[in-house]
């Protein structure tokens, strides 16, 4: 009976495990498979990946797939009941200007943002997790690479992670048979990566949560999960389900094959054979409860379909809401005990959000014009992307800025849709009729995209709080959310910029918008770039930080934090890997304590 209600759910649960993202589901995979009884609450509604658009193409949508606010990223992204705002879950933001603006996106679903996430799978790499050593800004993390990078391992192998090894700087090698073979990168890719060379700039490929090919069912289970043959015989027989990527269609919709890493295709399914997985839908925990010892029995929620107040009870809890929205839970678990929030007695949940410094430049290349007709939607582009490169000039002082960016970059033709042949006027003068469709034809293909990605160093001023006044339609305090960039970011957003520029000049392309020089013109507002992290961020001291390096708080023994939210930095790498590593290795030591009969 794996989703059950509130009024049919077990009374002897080992864990509850709230969310199922990317934390959530890697928490619950991994304990599941290894014999724990875990309840899973989830927020948004059940959703299953063969609700994918997959194969439908932009025509037959309203407004050919055109962006609109109920679906900024086109009509059949596969985002329900979410995105820049969550009906009736309003959050308040103490700036409207973009300088100190944040913007929280959330999805409303069974696998949470996993399911139309962009699937980069970046390691951090072992200067990422001890910046403050390494210039004196920011926070270590109470852990290193080395702690984590068996858990990468073994993430990229269940789920999936195409790539290659290069031995660069700071870029980790994952050990032989971890990753995928990468895909053959686009024209317009390679001619970026050939230009950007020509400055010095090393385009490398990708890595990617999506099946090149199929998963070695065979090997891949014994090694995850070794001396525990029921838990082989479920993965090797959930892989052989997964289909090799078909290369044709925008994985943003979600994939209906399980190609790519969703939550609800790789983690869920094993987790719910084991039949150790129960799983609520529509349950929007918003507090923590305590027993008399002082230790957490259970979270209460509200049912979303019935409205009522409900309580889940088990021996641990983890909070995998994503970052802002386990600080929320936090914040709002108050008490006599704790009348600042569960876990705060340091006063730092909800300090140090982070989210990923970005910037953008378009442009346009007469080289790439009047290419022949091609299918190019598969597997978003992403084939190649250029990790930070300028370590060297950094530590020679000549950048004025602290940490790097990666660059992903595109081009290529997507299955035409609304925004197809507009906005040429800047290369044609305008026209209409035979001339039109003959320029649409001509620069269909010709545009490059280039994202920078880059480190933001946390700070005071970008928090969220408890409002105290706003609450949600059920009754649920909200959050508000301080934000600040500094110069370090600021100055990245300008490099960023300029070397963009460059590369397109070196393709002898021009970009689509004269280039900012102003940081606070050139960066992206906080949140936007959806890689927020931080907020109960872990350490070695409770007085400073809210967990230790297990995300278990510090103040309530058998209550852990697997999400975005213990992140004591965020490294330019996006963060969705480390989230799962770190999951897993905390559902590790959970596992041990459980057996010890520790918790
Ligand atoms: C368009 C887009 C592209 C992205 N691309 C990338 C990328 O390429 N690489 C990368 O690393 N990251 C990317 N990200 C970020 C990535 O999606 C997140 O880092 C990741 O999903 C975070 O995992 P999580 O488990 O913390 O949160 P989520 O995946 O958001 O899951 C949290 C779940 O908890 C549920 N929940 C929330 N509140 C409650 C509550 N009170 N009670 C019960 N349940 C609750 C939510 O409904 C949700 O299902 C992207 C995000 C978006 C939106
Ligand atoms: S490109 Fe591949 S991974 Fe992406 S949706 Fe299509 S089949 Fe799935």
């Not at 999936?160 to 048979?177: I, M």
């Not at 290369?427 to 469709?437: A, D, E, H, Q, S």
Request: glycine share 12%.
């Amino acid at each position: 009976m794996p989703f059950v209600t509130a009024d049919t759910q077990q009374s002897d649960y080992d864990v509850i495990v709230v969310g199922s993202g990317a934390g959530g589901g890697q928490s619950a995979y991994t304990l599941c498979m290894d014999g724990a009884k875990v309840l899973m609450l989830e927020a948004g509604r059940n959703y299953s990946h063969t609700e994918s658009s997959m194969f439908r193409t932009p025509d037959v949508a309203p407004l050919r797939g055109a962006s609109t606010p109920d679906k900024p990223f086109g009509f059949f992204d596969a985002t329900v009941d979410g995105g820049w705002s969550v009906p009736g879950e309003p959050y308040v933001r103490a700036s409207e200007e973009d300088a100190g603006r944040f913007e929280w996106w959330r999805a409303r679903m069974l696998g949470g943002r996993t399911n139309h996430w962009g699937r980069i799978s970046l390691r951090n790499g072992p200067y990422d997790f001890k910046p403050y050593s390494r210039d004196g800004l920011g926070f270590d993390w109470p852990i290193g690479y080395e702690d984590v990078a068996p858990y990468y391992d073994k993430v990229e192998m269940l789920v999936g992670v195409y790539g290659s090894n290069e031995g660069l700087e700071n870029t980790p090698n994952s050990p032989a048979r971890c990753l995928l073979p990468p895909p053959t990168p686009l024209v317009s890719d390679r001619l970026i990566a050939q230009r950007a060379k020509r400055l010095g700039i090393p385009a490398i490929p990708g890595h990617r949560a999506v099946l090149t090919r199929a998963l070695d069912y065979k090997r891949i289970p014994a090694r995850l999960h070794p001396g525990n043959a029921r838990a082989q015989k479920i993965l090797a027989e959930d892989m052989r389900a997964r289909t090799p990527c078909l290369w044709a269609t925008p994985c943003g919709y979600g994939c209906a094959i399980r190609a790519n890493y969703q939550s609800i295709t790789v983690h869920l399914p094993p987790a719910l054979k084991t039949g150790n997985l129960d799983i609520i839908t529509d349950a929007m925990v918003h507090e923590v409860t305590l027993g008399r010892n002082g230790r957490a029995n259970g979270v209460n929620f509200i049912d979303r379909l019935s409205g009522q107040e409900k309580h889940s009870a088990a021996r641990v809890v983890i909070l995998a809401a994503s970052a802002c929205e386990s600080a929320r839970i936090l914040l709002n678990s108050k008490s006599a005990q704790h009348p600042d929030g569960l876990g705060n007695s340091s006063g730092k949940v909800g300090r140090y959000l982070m989210d990923t410094v970005g910037s953008s430049v378009s442009g346009q290349i007469p080289l790439l014009e009047n290419l022949p007709p091609l299918n190019e939607d598969g597997a978003d582009g992403h084939a190649l992307y250029v990790p930070w490169w300028q370590y060297p000039e950094q530590r020679a002082g000549k950048l004025g800025f602290a940490r790097g960016y990666h660059i992903e970059f595109g081009g290529g033709k997507r299955m035409p849709g609304a925004g197809t042949g507009a906005g040429l006027e800047w290369l044609t003068g305008g026209g209409y009729g035979k001339k039109f469709k003959e320029d649409v034809r001509r620069y269909y293909g010709s545009f490059v995209r280039f994202d920078g990605r880059g480190e933001m160093i946390p700070n005071e001023q970008s928090y969220c709080e408890i409002d105290p006044g706003i609450k949600d339609k059920w009754a649920i305090p909200v959050l508000r959310f301080h934000w600040q960039w500094s110069e370090h970011e600021w100055r990245q957003a300008v490099h960023m910029q300029s070397t963009f520029a460059a590369i397109i000049d070196a393709m002898g392309g021009k970009t689509r918008h004269p280039v900012k020089t102003d940081g606070a013109e050139a960066i992206a507002p906080g949140g936007s770039i959806i890689h927020e992290v931080g907020g109960a961020i872990m350490g070695s001291d409770p007085a400073t930080s809210v967990t230790n390096r297990w995300g278990q708080t510090w103040d309530v023994d058998n209550l852990f934090i697997n999400d975005g939210a213990v992140f004591a930095s965020n490294a330019d790498k996006n963060p969705t890997l480390t989230i799962m590593a770190l999951a897993w290795r905390a559902s590790d030591h959970i596992l041990e304590r459980l057996r010890r009969k520790e918790l």
